[in-house]
């Protein structure tokens, strides 16, 4: 697997067609893309860490990692791996941190991350840094699973999990420090509604400091800002959830 695969190409928050649907996004610094093995799909085979590396792409720090047949991937570097460590992938692997094993051989109470919604899917949850979930326990030929949100969800037995939290805790309360740095990452200065005029926005027009002069605040495109509930009231998932967060 290559280390580094391809230049991503700015969108500025664009979708296909050309049109803005995310604001304040532009202008980034380059990036290349590092192809993360999410599947953790060497099975059986020892790996070791040879570096501890920065991702642009992501909150997370990504570990290389040699395996012995001589290839190398990268993987979300959980807190505590370092240099020189070995992890594996394997049914049977040790419960240590960076280890990948299925979900129903993992005790309760195992603090986990990387974990897959369907077994060869790859991991789609708990990937950001500092998150972590907890293996709550076992029932019905399911899996329980508390996610970071507090949601409890149920998984099955053969999905897999990585052993341990998500590194970089520190993300969540780093400050970018100047206006300058925002703008490297890509994102662009942001206008307050209540600024603008009626025409851009819900919250602008009135003479001098009016307020929002409604009785909740919306977006730009006149819905409902806080409070309104957006999820779909029929969901596939809504059989797995046990317990809705919050």
């Known amino acids: 697997m290559n280390k580094i695969k391809w230049l991503l190409s700015k969108k500025s928050g664009r979708n296909n067609s050309g049109k803005l649907t995310v604001r304040h996004q532009g202008g980034r610094s380059k990036r290349y893309f590092r192809e993360i093995d999410l599947k953790r799909s060497k099975k059986d085979i020892w790996g070791k860490v040879e570096a501890i590396e920065y991702d642009p792409n992501r909150s997370a720090e990504i570990a290389l990692i040699l395996y012995e047949d001589g290839?190398?991937?990268?993987?979300?570097?959980?807190?505590?791996?370092?240099?020189?460590?070995?992890?594996?992938?394997?049914?049977?692997?040790?419960?240590?941190?960076?280890?990948?094993?299925?979900?129903?051989?993992?005790?309760?109470?195992?603090?986990?991350?990387?974990?897959e919604i369907k077994p060869g899917m790859g991991a789609t949850l708990v990937k950001s840094a500092g998150s972590a979930a907890v293996l709550q326990g076992k029932e019905g030929g399911w899996v329980l699973v508390k996610l970071p949100s507090g949601e409890i969800r149920r998984f099955e037995p053969k999905a897999w999990a990585t052993i341990g939290q998500v590194g970089r805790i520190e993300a969540k309360i780093e400050r970018l420090g100047k206006a300058g740095r925002k703008r490297w990452v890509g994102i662009r200065p942001r206008v307050r509604g209540v600024a603008m005029h009626p025409h851009a926005h819900p919250h602008g027009g009135g003479e001098g400091r009016s307020g929002i002069g409604m009785p909740g605040p919306k977006t730009p495109w006149g819905k409902p800002a806080r409070g309104k509930k957006t999820r779909k009231r029929v969901k596939y998932s809504d059989k797995f959830i046990i317990k809705r967060r919050n």
Not at 80 to 95: N, Q, T
Not at 105 to 113: F, N, S, V
């Open 71 to 115: 290839e190398r991937s990268y993987i979300l570097a959980p807190l505590g791996l370092e240099v020189g460590r070995k992890i594996i992938s394997s049914e049977v692997a040790p419960i240590e941190v960076g280890n990948a094993i299925p979900l129903d051989k993992i005790p309760i109470g195992t603090i986990i991350h990387n974990i």
